[in-house]
């Protein structure tokens, strides 16, 4: 082992490694402008969210549109609260209709 490789970081000037190899996103010298910058923050994916009909299910759906613009740490709280009221929409379903005040006339 010489002393060269002992000190540095295993790559020799000449191995093949230009600069600029870097990481993702550093400065590449001219025309690294030319490459279309990432998004400055969280993009909406623009998914088409289609009706229902049944009009707590929609609300619940609508409610989705709250996470687009959150970061990726932020969907869970949305996603948990959706499905939260998903889940009662779906036992109400399940629960035998009150009766009004006046349905049971003899």
Request: net charge negative; charged share 25%; hydrophobic share 35%.
């Given at each position: 082992m010489?002393?060269?490789?002992?000190?540095?970081d295993?790559?020799?000037?000449?191995?093949?490694?230009?600069?600029?190899?870097g990481?993702?996103?550093?400065?590449?010298?001219?025309?690294?402008?030319?490459?279309?910058?990432?998004?400055?923050?969280?993009?909406?994916?623009?998914?088409?969210?289609?009706?229902?009909?049944?009009?707590?299910?929609d609300?619940?759906?609508?409610?989705?549109?709250?996470?687009?613009?959150?970061?990726?740490?932020?969907?869970?709280?949305?996603?948990e609260?959706v499905?939260?009221?998903?889940?009662?929409?779906?036992?109400?379903?399940?629960?035998?209709?009150?009766?009004g005040?006046?349905?049971?006339?003899?």
């Amino acid at each position: 082992m010489t002393d060269e490789a002992a000190e540095g970081d295993g790559v020799a000037e000449g191995d093949g490694v230009a600069e600029g190899d870097g990481p993702a996103g550093a400065d590449d010298g001219p025309g690294a402008g030319d490459r279309a910058a990432p998004p400055a923050g969280p993009v909406a994916l623009g998914v088409v969210r289609t009706p229902t009909g049944h009009a707590g299910v929609d609300a619940e759906l609508a409610r989705l549109a709250d996470a687009d613009g959150l970061t990726a740490d932020g969907h869970v709280a949305v996603y948990e609260d959706v499905h939260r009221g998903l889940r009662e929409a779906l036992t109400a379903l399940d629960a035998p209709p009150v009766p009004g005040p006046y349905e049971n006339r003899s």
